[in-house]
């Protein structure tokens, strides 16, 4: 095995073809977060991230994007505004700790990584993240299909809900894609007014890559901002990344004086429909359990959290402090009960 580490930016049109390679073996990797596009923006906006390049038999096998977190160690290319992770692989097996190693890493973590990808199985938490799975948007039998395996009381309250917003505020509609780098600051500022603390998240160097997107014409990664209107008032905003037939929901904010409409969600349907019109078979709304997404998911894939160490010792000795703060917060929660 040979690991060479480089920046994103630094990856030839070689590299780049083997990548592309990789991202079209299953619909999972061809999510945009695992694009070689999405490194390279967040490349030139974080000095840290790098991309660890395996090698066997002088054929690329997999590329591990990462960024130097502290004192060797690395995680997601993004941080926490990426939304999957993990390896950009050919699928074979592959001795990740001897990767991390000949990356000259003392160890990394990844957080949101797809469970088909085999390699890293023996280096998941074995307990918070148990279970977890992305919810999808499946559209590949069409709109019409999708819209009738949904509760017909849910989508009935979301129409009634949408045409009170129009009696009151005039014409509803969407959007699909704005220009408008001032649609992103107020998506920022509706976040900052409901959850304060995202916004160590839209730090100035992620927000340039987030910007950069806005504009790129890439096959592989291209940012789509989605606006919802009653009348002339932008009252819903999503953010998302598109890759071939797939979209990826990134952001999703809107003016909390219209929260009474469930903007987001008229926003969505509207969304999925027309994302289907376009031709996309698949969209990911990332990972959590919130219930908007349990309403309108008909699909889902596990993923896992985990780190893969080089020293075995650090390895063992680590996942026994973890598994006494599970333990711990476990006792804790019956003691609450």
């Known amino acids: 095995m040979y690991v060479t580490v480089a920046r994103p930016d630094e990856l030839g049109p070689s590299e780049a073809r083997r990548w592309a390679e990789f991202q079209q073996l299953s619909p999972i990797m061809?999510?945009?977060?695992?694009?070689l596009s999405y490194a390279r923006a967040i490349g030139r906006a974080r000095p840290n991230a790098r991309v660890a390049v395996v090698e066997e038999g002088r054929k690329i096998e997999a590329f591990l994007p990462y960024e130097l977190i502290h004192r060797g160690i690395g995680g997601p290319l993004g941080g926490p505004r990426t939304m999957l992770d993990g390896i950009v692989s050919s699928g074979a097996a592959l001795d990740m700790r001897a990767v991390v190693r000949k990356a000259g890493l003392r160890g990394w973590r990844f957080s949101h990584a797809p469970a088909e990808q085999r390699a890293l199985n023996r280096y998941h938490y074995d307990y918070s993240y148990h279970g977890n799975a992305v919810l999808i948007i499946n559209l590949t039998d069409g709109y019409d299909a999708y819209l009738r395996s949904r509760s017909k009381s849910s989508t009935k309250r979301t129409a009634e809900k949408r045409r009170a917003l129009e009696r009151q505020f005039g014409p509803v509609s969407l959007e699909w894609s704005s220009k408008s780098r001032e649609q992103l600051h107020q998506m920022a500022?509706?976040?900052?007014?409901?959850f304060g603390s995202v916004r160590e998240m839209y730090s100035d160097a992620t927000q340039?890559?987030?910007?950069?997107?806005m504009f790129a014409d890439a096959g592989d990664c291209s940012e789509i901002v989605s606006l919802l209107s009653a009348g002339e008032c932008v009252i819903a905003i999503d953010l998302l990344l598109a890759g071939p037939r797939y979209l990826c929901v990134w952001q999703l904010a809107y003016d909390p004086n219209f929260a009474r409409f469930s903007p987001g969600t008229i926003l969505f349907l509207a969304l999925i429909e027309e994302a289907a019109k376009r031709g996309f078979t698949w969209i990911d709304l990332g990972y959590g359990q919130d219930h908007y997404k349990q309403h309108l998911a008909n699909d889902s894939y596990p993923i896992a959290g985990g780190a893969v160490w080089a020293s075995r010792v650090e390895g063992a000795s680590r996942a026994i402090y973890r598994r006494l703060i599970y333990e711990r917060r476990m006792r804790h929660k019956v003691v609450q009960r």
């Open 30 to 35: 061809s999510n945009p977060f695992l694009s």
């Open 189 to 194: 500022e509706w976040k900052f007014a409901q």
């Open 208 to 213: 340039s890559a987030v910007e950069e997107l």
